[in-house]
């Protein structure tokens, strides 16, 4: 395969699709990776229609099973990709549960977190081996209690009780709540992903791998409006999507997945962001670096839940570079 391929988890539609859509069209192979294999074929095609033969192709991808991202990444070795960029773009929100994942945990934080953390781990040598390269992690500001989201300020007790329920509680479950706290997993896993590659081997100054975390705002017509009432659905996949062409000009948190898809591509392949590692790029400063919340930046809480996530993965000394043996 003679172009550079980046990996797009959920590039079926939404703001994957988008950012894989505006990846080709730069002369990126785009891999969607997904578990509804029919979306991704529709959206394989149309994307070779675009940007040519060599654009896009797809493989069955469940992040919300262990043993699905293993058989991915094997596949990926099998193949002998070229990975320049990996994008853990997709996310799951439920409105009743806890459902659970194939390995016991609670579906949102398996999906949004933890098959990505086992999917990057995984992946980190053939991205090193082929650096300059990227990892992007697409989190949210509701992950931030001083922003007004109309969500749920984050809640995390103990880690065991947060994969069972998506909360701070055993005998409760608020789908809402748990997809703010899986955000706020995204940017822990971020900063502690980037800081244990800088104390590695696997990148230096000629070779870079950086690891970033993306926001697009609010994007009314995502996959995350799927387990919505039916008529509150309509409103978020027929109507929202117009308003937010409107006023994505003057309400920057607020944008049309076309725009924001494009954004998260400039954040995989931008030059000048090359060397730039543990970073946010939110929608709020038109997608210029800016902090997050103070509690993303609690370092403690991220080894914690690295530690807990290698752990749970059951990710092995051997399969990743930064998991030391026991």
């Excluded at 979306?39 to 040519?52: K, T, Y």
């Excluded at 880690?159 to 005998?171: C, I, S, Y």
């Amino acid at each position: 395969m003679k172009r550079e391929v980046v990996l797009v988890t959920g590039g079926n539609s939404g703001i994957g699709f988008e950012c894989a859509r505006q990846l080709a069209r730069e002369g990126r192979h785009v891999l969607i990776a997904s578990r509804n294999r029919e979306a991704s074929r529709r959206a394989v095609s149309q994307i070779v229609r675009e940007s040519g033969a060599e654009a896009a192709s797809e493989l069955g991808l469940d992040l919300g099973s262990l043993a699905s991202v293993r058989s991915f990444v094997k596949e990926v070795e099998a193949r002998d990709l070229p990975l320049r960029a990996l994008v853990c773009n997709a996310g799951l929100q439920f409105a009743k549960g806890p459902q659970l994942s194939a390995d016991g945990y609670e579906l949102t934080f398996a999906v949004n977190h933890l098959g990505h953390f086992l999917l990057v781990n995984l992946l980190l040598a053939r991205l090193a081996a082929h650096a300059p390269s990227r990892v992007v992690v697409v989190a949210s500001g509701v992950h931030d209690p001083a922003r007004r989201t109309g969500m749920p300020k984050p809640a995390v007790s103990d880690l065991e009780t947060l994969a069972a329920t998506g909360g701070p509680q055993r005998d409760a479950f608020d789908g809402r709540l748990a997809y703010v706290n899986s955000k706020l997993c995204n940017l822990w896993f971020t900063y502690e992903l980037a800081r244990r590659i800088m104390a590695s081997p696997l990148s230096s100054e000629t070779r870079p791998l950086s690891v970033n975390a993306y926001e697009p705002g609010l994007v009314p017509g995502s996959g995350l409006g799927r387990d919505y009432p039916p008529v509150l659905r309509f409103v978020w996949e027929r109507i929202l999507p117009g308003v937010a062409w409107a006023l994505s000009p003057v309400l920057p948190s607020i944008n049309p997945a076309p725009k924001s898809g494009r954004a998260l591509a400039r954040v995989v392949l931008d030059p000048a962001l090359e060397r730039s590692s543990g970073k946010y790029f939110p929608s709020h400063t038109r997608w210029r670096e800016a902090p997050s919340s103070e509690f993303s930046y609690d370092e403690a809480r991220a080894r914690e839940l690295w530690e807990a996530s290698v752990a749970m993965s059951g990710l092995a000394a051997g399969e990743s570079p930064l998991v030391a043996p026991g």
